[in-house]
């Protein structure tokens, strides 16, 4: 692969990776046993776990595994949200020599039933009783399954079911017997062994499971090390979910690199979190910062006065100074003062929501407006955006840290050790250790996905001269109006959320239609807010949205996006959802993607009304 002009990274580190995830961690709880971990919540207050209290637990509840039954590469299911008791399930089914099965908790038990049967599971660590029931209710279909550990729970009189501690209980025994069985399992891995089956989020159908290796996980985390973004200083804070292919990443990062990692996946307790924790980076998905860029602009815009045009006048210095950092210089005269002095009254706040320590946040798992990277960036909060599918591990490009590399709307630079080409169609195709070696049990899948060594990722992508790529859109959402112009969805989508501070959803349609229409739903607690400031207090969201006033107010932003958009993909017609879009109701995957074919077929009549007079 050819290397960018002005990029350096250490070859060594990639050349000397770890031959297995197992071995990856015993090396680091070796060279920093005393360092701080894992932190996590128990009540106010973050305790932590150091490297060798982690291995500690992680050993001992593979071990239980062991004691179990499992054996090398068998499969373990994990359906339990972001805490630590999943961080060291992963870590212990990695010692075992096993393989980690991800699940989401918001998984009907029908989508769990096909998970783990399709993954020839052995054991499901269940978070709760919930999560238990849902494996319960299928269990004559799980022959497999040796054992259900409950994490937070009893057991019950059911045989089948095990508490997490007696999990642990059961390991000690069993190192207290032998002394260096989870070792040896360590010792018997190879890169090429089964790490991890992780289903993709089905937004065209059922979920396939990615085959990931050993090698692809500690590629990952040697890429990253190897371009010097992160160190051992840093503090992660994580919240995404660890059934996500992002999420898993970024539990490997610190086994390569020694950093803290603060562990809570309560969404909303991410904010008041990092004013505690202040952590110095994190990872998200886009719906984080819209809602957050939603949140403060709109806050700052109601206080009025001078209050909203200090901030107005403060983020416009913002965007002038973070203009002239991205040619890599820094502001002079005039301007210099001006952002000292804006930074003192203002941007400096905004950062303190956030903790006051954060280097960079990474956005992931789909496209970040730009406009809303650019407010970031002019709060002093930069946002690199990267790239990565679920076959690919989730990292395979990303932009760096530092301002003059930082391209705003772009995915940045591929990873050191992995390949991108844009086929003749404009599809993104990429090669690399970190690629999967297929889907399980589904040749034919995988032949389409994986042609000629080159991944096939769905996504229409450029590359400018600096060889920084851009997404434009899904090869399967782009449409053709009756007119004959391509339209692409996802790019007007991202769009809306940048002009409209209280946009939770924008889904467009107009395939074969001779104009463009929309679905539109709002941010439930922007909205609520936006209500009772407008007559509208004690409403509930459905009379809040479908009010004329909201109506009114969501038409300014239609007529907003429309000045951005040629003649052919301009919104002529909308409509706005009485509720907003979710995971329970099947219109979004759990990582939160838009299942764009199911909500418009289950719109259809409304969407249909739109061209009837056509």
């Excluded at 371009?227 to 503090?235: A, G, M, R, T, W």
């Excluded at 059934?243 to 969404?267: E, I, Y």
Aim: proline letters at 4%; glycine letters at 8%.
């Amino acid at each position: 692969m050819a290397r960018l002009a002005d990029e350096t990274y250490d070859e060594t580190i990639l050349q000397n990776r770890a031959p297995s995830v197992g071995h990856l961690f015993r090396d680091r709880v070796a060279k920093s046993p005393d360092r701080d971990a894992f932190l996590y919540p128990d009540g106010e207050q973050w305790p932590s776990l150091s490297w060798a209290q982690t291995k500690d637990r992680a050993y001992a509840l593979a071990a239980g595994l062991i004691e179990l039954g499992v054996q090398p590469e068998e499969r373990v299911a994990l359906a339990s949200s972001t805490r630590l008791e999943w961080v060291l399930s992963d870590l212990a089914v990695m010692c075992a020599g096993a393989a980690t099965t991800t699940v989401y908790p918001t998984m009907l038990s029908e989508d769990v039933r096909f998970v783990v049967t399709d993954s020839d599971s052995r054991v499901v660590i269940a978070e709760d009783q919930e999560q238990v029931q849902k494996v319960l209710e299928h269990r004559d279909q799980l022959g497999g399954v040796l054992k259900i550990v409950v994490i937070d729970g009893a057991s019950g009189d059911n045989q089948d079911v095990i508490t997490f501690a007696e999990l642990e209980d059961l390991g000690r025994a069993r190192l207290q017997a032998e002394p260096g069985i989870v070792d040896a399992r360590i010792d018997g891995l190879t890169p090429e062994h089964l790490a991890t089956i992780i289903y993709t989020s089905g937004t065209t159908g059922r979920p396939k499971g990615v085959r990931l290796p050993h090698s692809a996980w500690t590629y990952e985390a040697a890429a990253v090390d190897a371009v010097q973004i992160l160190s051992e200083d840093d503090l992660q804070y994580l919240w995404l979910p660890l059934a996500h292919v992002f999420g898993k990443l970024l539990l490997m990062l610190p086994l390569q690199m020694g950093f803290a990692t603060a562990v809570d996946g309560r969404v909303d307790k991410i904010v008041p979190n990092l004013a505690v924790v202040q952590p110095t980076f994190m990872g998200a998905a886009p719906r984080i910062f819209e809602k957050a860029y939603g949140r403060i602009t709109t806050m700052m815009a109601d206080g009025g006065g001078i209050k909203a045009k200090l901030f107005t006048w403060a983020s416009g210095v913002g965007k002038r100074v973070s203009e002239v950092r991205a040619t890599g210089a820094e502001p002079k005269g005039l301007l210099a003062a001006q952002y000292r002095l804006a930074d003192k009254l203002v941007l400096s706040k905004i950062r303190d929501r956030f903790g006051g320590r954060v280097r960079f946040f990474i956005s992931g798992s789909a496209a970040l407006n730009p406009e809303i990277g650019r407010w970031f960036d002019a709060m002093g909060l930069m946002i690199i955006e990267g790239y990565g599918l679920t076959e690919s591990s989730a990292a395979s490009l990303v932009n760096r840290p530092e301002h003059a590399k930082n391209r705003i709307g772009s995915i940045g630079w591929p990873l050191p050790g992995t390949e991108v080409k844009v086929a003749e169609d404009g599809e993104l195709l990429m090669r690399g250790p970190g690629i999967m070696t297929g889907y399980h049990d589904n040749e034919e899948a995988t032949g389409q996905a994986l042609q000629d060594g080159w991944l096939h990722t769905g996504d229409i992508a450029e590359i400018d001269e600096d060889g920084y790529v851009r997404i434009t859109d899904r090869k399967k959402d782009l449409f053709k109006t009756s007119g004959g112009k391509y339209v692409a969805p996802s790019h007007i989508e991202s769009m809306f959320k940048g002009v409209c501070p209280y946009a939770s959803q924008l889904i467009v349609e107009g395939e074969h239609r001779n104009f463009v229409s929309a679905l539109i739903t709002l941010d439930p607690d922007s909205i609520t807010d936006w209500g009772a400031k407008n007559g509208m207090a004690g409403d509930s969201y459905a009379q809040i949205v479908t009010s004329d006033k909201a109506r009114e107010m969501v038409q300014g932003y239609v007529d907003e996006l429309n000045t951005r958009l040629a003649r052919h993909e301009q919104i002529k017609k909308f409509h706005i959802l009485d509720h907003d879009l979710s995971v329970e109701e099947g219109d979004l995957t759990p990582s939160m993607k838009l299942k764009r074919k199911k909500v418009t077929e289950k719109y259809r009549d409304k969407l249909d009304e739109f061209y009837a007079d056509a």
